[in-house]
C-alpha cells in the first residue's frame, strides 16, 4: 500500500502537467483535482487576466485547502493540479500536506519554452482544455515561473 502523499505538479504552461496528474492519480488510486476544471466551472468567461485569474484561483485555494487536508488526514492521496510554479505557490501547497501530516512530492516537469509553445498551439486549436492561451500570455504568465529549489524543503521529482 502506499503511503498517503499529496502530489503536487510544477511546470510551465502546456508542459503536460494536467495529463501527468492524470497518470499519477490513476497509479496511486488518488482523487485528482484540477484547478482549471474548478475555474471554468465555477467562473465561467469570467477570466480575462492575470489579477482575474489570481482572484479566482485564491478563492477555490480558501475553499480546496481544508478539503485536502481532510482528505490527507483520512488517509486519502491527493493529486493537485495547480500550478506550484511560483515559491509563495508552492510553499502553500507544502503546508496542505504539512497540516496533514503526510508526505509530499512536487513533480517538476522540465520542458523549454519552445516545446511548451508548440504544445500549446496544438491544445489550443483542438479546444480539449478547460483554457487556452495566447503566446502572448505565455510569455506573461512564464515571467512568473521560478524553478523548484531543495531549500524549498520539497521532495522534487524532475520529469522531462
Not at 495529463?19 to 490513476?26: I, N
Request: aromatic fraction near 6%; charged fraction near 25%; hydrophobic fraction near 45%.
Amino acid at each position: 500500500m502506499t503511503a498517503t502523499t499529496l502530489h503536487l505538479m510544477c511546470g510551465k504552461i502546456a508542459s503536460g502537467k494536467s495529463t501527468l496528474a492524470k497518470a499519477l492519480a490513476d497509479q496511486h488510486v488518488a482523487i485528482l483535482l484540477s484547478e482549471d476544471r474548478w475555474l471554468s466551472q465555477l467562473y465561467p468567461q469570467e477570466i480575462h487576466s492575470v489579477t482575474d485569474y489570481v482572484r479566482y484561483a485564491l478563492r477555490v485555494r480558501e475553499v480546496l485547502g481544508p478539503l485536502v487536508v481532510d482528505m490527507l488526514t483520512a488517509g486519502v492521496c491527493v493529486v493537485l493540479d495547480f500550478p506550484a510554479n511560483t515559491v509563495a505557490n508552492r510553499e502553500w501547497l507544502r503546508t496542505l500536506a504539512e497540516r496533514a501530516k503526510v508526505q509530499h512530492c512536487l513533480h517538476y516537469l522540465e520542458v523549454d519554452d519552445d516545446t511548451c509553445r508548440a504544445r500549446l498551439r496544438a491544445r489550443n486549436a483542438t479546444g480539449d482544455h478547460d483554457f487556452a492561451a495566447t503566446d502572448a500570455e505565455f510569455d506573461l504568465i512564464t515571467r512568473y515561473f521560478k524553478v523548484p529549489e531543495a531549500q524549498e524543503g520539497l521532495a522534487i521529482v524532475i520529469h522531462s
